[in-house]
């Protein structure tokens, strides 16, 4: 059977998270938990929360710590994130939910924290070009549309860009990313936990680098290597 995995993928907005993550998901069977995902679907449902997240998504700011940490902590204590793990997606982004993170997964850490290093320059392409499903989320861009019409081939549901890659939006995210995120980097880093890839190039040179990393860590430790 193949061992799950505990894994945190960080990185700049248009890095490539969501793509590697849903890799990542499949290639160790645990589930892949985007915050931004949930927010998303709890926006469409016109949840309590969601009725709350929308104007802060839509404006590129985080939400509250301790809110997001709220969603997270009832997903991670679901049954298969407990049989087998997961990959978090969109969290932490923030040292303290990273402090929160750590409290709530003790006295089992996460095995790494992948960091995908992708230029400015280039994330702000990708962005600008990024489409996506409305009803599934899966990611299209502007030179690798759907094979229909802008719908998606996955659910058949409207792909079109996020409200949230608006020019000014994706440059307070990306602010926000320095400020807030990029420090988590170092927090990670201090405690042996990160491994930086390149996340230029191909979605499946960059998905190998991501995989050769985290068997790295497992041969480290002594776990077992995964094919
Ligand atoms: P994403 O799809 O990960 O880019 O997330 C979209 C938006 O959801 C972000 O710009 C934030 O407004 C919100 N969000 C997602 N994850 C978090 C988080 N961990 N902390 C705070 N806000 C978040």
Redesign the pocket.
Known sequence: MVPGARLVVLGK?GAGKGTQCVRLSHHYVVPHV????M?RAAVKQGTPLGRK?KD??DR????G?DL?MEMVGERLSDGDVRARGFVL??????VR?AELLAEVLAPIDIDLAVDIDVPTNQVLRRLAARRVCVDCGANYSLSQPPLINWTCDVCGGEVVQRP?DTEEAISR?LELYERQTAPLIEWYEDRSQLATVNGSGAPDTVTRRILRAVEDRRDQRGGRRIR
Request: glycine share 12%.
């Open positions: 907005q985007s915050t931004g995902d927010l997240a802060l998504m590129g700011e985080l939400l710590d997001i997606d969109g969290f932490p982004r923030t939910q949230d995210r």
